[in-house]
């Protein structure tokens, strides 16, 4: 387990749950809020493995919940199904090129609000639902497959930036003799 990696993403998760909650003006600019959450949950699974992306699923939905009208942990189980099912897959998913991480993006985006939604329903709450819900749900989804992309990018600097350069082991080993000359 890379802990500057883990270290990274939890950090980004919180900052990304705060930017939501504390700079509104995208929200009230385009009617919605995008959720930064589920394109880190791509970015964990795929890069860093399950027990990163459950760090990310538990606190950043504990920490979205704190600051939405939520009930507490409600965020959890929808981005720790979308870990799982990224993680679990990862080794087949092409995971550099960025078509793919647009498309992993707006599926992962466009499943947790519907995932929160059955789980609230399921609860016994009652959301605020109408065809403006669409509209939230769609820019939710376009918003957070832009987002992802740029998450990969983000993180590949910043890991080059922060992280040692792997040792390169050449063919030479220094305990073979070569012999010159005819035996």
């Not at 795929?46 to 919940?65: K, P």
């Not at 409600?74 to 870990?83: D, E, N, Q």
């Not at 992993?104 to 016994?124: E, I, Q, R």
């Not at 992309?149 to 080059?160: A, K, Q, R, T």
């Amino acid at each position: 387990m890379n802990w500057l990696r883990t270290i990274l993403i939890l950090a980004a998760g919180f900052a990304a749950v705060f930017w939501q909650a504390a700079f509104p003006s995208l929200r009230h600019w385009l009617g919605a809020q995008v959720d930064l959450l589920p394109p880190l949950m791509v970015y964990a699974a795929l890069s860093s493995g399950l027990m990163t992306a459950g760090l990310l699923a538990f606190c950043g939905g504990l920490w979205l919940d704190a600051l939405s009208a939520n009930p507490l942990g409600v965020s959890v189980p929808p981005l720790l199904f979308i870990g799982l099912a990224l993680g679990l897959k990862r080794e087949l998913i092409l995971r550099e090129e960025p078509f793919a991480q647009l498309s992993l993006g707006l599926a992962a985006s466009a499943l947790a609000p519907p995932l929160t939604l059955g789980l609230l329903l399921t609860l016994g709450h009652a959301p605020l639902l109408g065809w403006g819900s669409l509209w939230q749900w769609l820019v939710m989804s376009a918003g957070g497959a832009l987002a992802t992309p740029l998450v990969f990018v983000v993180f590949g600097w910043l890991e080059g930036r922060l992280a040692h350069a792997r040792a390169v082991e050449t063919s030479f080993r220094p305990d073979r003799e070569i012999r010159r000359g005819r035996s």
